[in-house]
């Protein structure tokens, strides 16, 4: 599925904490500078095998090589582990359908890419090196 070309902007919290303090739509004011896209994991349910097997391939890439932030969006509680948002935004940003999705953004918040499945790190890396050169990445 292309990208919507839409921008999106909600509040995400740090792993521990339910003050969310960072924004979608400014990653390198909030993040600094190396950081350049958003990978949002939204699941109805945190036990939900598609996000299982999703979350334990991200936790093995090289993010921080990719620039890239996880944020994990649970329909059902928040997440202890790095970057989430709390349910209210994940009810606002999954609307009337909730499904398990995986959505690329760059730093200014735009979708880049969506997917519906499970994706591996080189769709994400293929994804982030090739906006880079044509977009904000």
Not at 15 to 33: D, F, P, R
Not at 66 to 85: F, M, N, P, Q
């Amino acid at each position: 599925m292309r990208a919507d070309s839409a921008v999106v902007d909600f509040a995400f919290c740090d792993a521990g904490s339910s003050v969310c303090s960072y924004h979608s739509s400014k990653l390198a004011a909030a993040l600094g500078a190396k950081v350049h896209a958003l990978l949002l994991i939204e699941t109805p349910s945190l036990a939900l095998k598609s996000f299982r097997r999703q979350f334990h391939l991200v936790d093995g890439w090289d993010s921080e090589g990719l620039g890239l932030v996880v944020v994990i969006a649970s329909l059902e509680a928040e997440s202890t582990d790095g970057y989430h948002t709390d349910v209210i935004t994940a009810q606002r940003l999954a609307g009337p359908r909730p499904r398990f999705r995986v959505t690329l953004m760059d730093g200014s918040g735009m979708v880049r890419k969506r997917w519906t499945r499970v994706v591996t790190e080189a769709e994400v890396h293929r994804e982030v090196v090739g906006g880079a050169q044509h977009s904000a990445f």
